[in-house]
């Protein structure tokens, strides 16, 4: 077999990661295989799935208005996770992973007057168990290189207590082992229809 592009949009195969419930735009690289001969050749395309069976429940306090502190993380099914965050005056919010998302995006990676040392929601959700869930689930760069430039003494701030952040490294833990990867291969014939899930078919591997 002679490996053959096909446009613009077949590009080299990339790794994919997502969330287990998490809705996503899967911008995915293909590598397309032509069969030699024959009008009945096949095509084949293979792209890399990676998913996590783990997520992450994190709790959060407004201790002063505008300041969050994260109280306690425990790890959940991926589909589970969410932030329970109680406010200064006392009333609770839940937000899903799409939630919190949308508000990190908010008020940390889309605001240009954002600063490190800013205490606010989006910040400790970044800094949390909810932002390194994101961060691998959705192969997020952005929310990778932030969390990589300032790294634990940085994240720890978001903690209430040194033993809080301690129990999140362990939930980070089983968040990365419960990662799972798989080559997943679609085939149709030459000429056919361009379904991209036309006649699919998957290897898994664990990651």
């Known amino acids: 077999m002679t490996p053959t ?17 998490i809705a996503l735009a899967l911008l995915t690289g293909t590598v ?13 395309e293979e792209r890399q799935e990676t998913t996590f069976g783990k997520g992450v429940r994190t709790y959060i306090t407004e201790t002063s208005p505008g300041e969050f502190k994260i109280t306690d993380e425990v790890s959940v099914a991926a589909d589970s996770s969410k932030a329970i965050v109680r406010y200064y005056d006392g009333h609770r919010d839940t937000l899903n992973a799409q ?3 949308a508000l990190i995006d908010r008020e940390v990676i889309n605001n240009q007057q954002y600063h490190a040392g800013h205490s606010g929601l989006g910040s400790a959700l970044l800094w949390g168990g909810m932002g390194y869930f994101l961060a691998n689930s959705l192969n ?8 990589n430039q300032y790294g634990d003494q940085q994240r720890s701030r978001f903690y209430n207590s040194p033993a809080t952040f301690n129990r999140s ?3 980070r833990q089983e968040v990365q082992s419960s990662k799972s ?7 149709r014939p030459s000429g056919g229809r361009s379904g991209y899930f036309s006649g ?4 898994s591997y664990g990651g």
Not at 5 to 21: A, E, L, Q
Not at 32 to 44: I, M, R
Not at 200 to 203: A, G, L, N, Q, T
């Open 181 to 187: 990867t798989r080559v997943v291969r679609s085939t």
């Open 140 to 147: 997020n760069r952005r929310y990778q290189q932030y969390q």
């Open 169 to 171: 490294n362990s939930v």
């Open 32 to 44: 397309t295989l032509q069969g030699c001969g024959g009008s009945n050749e096949q095509q084949y």
């Open 5 to 21: 592009r096909k446009g613009s949009f077949v590009k080299k195969t990339k790794d994919i990661t997502i969330g287990s419930t």
């Open 200 to 203: 699919s078919r998957s290897r």
């Open 99 to 101: 939630s919190a998302k």
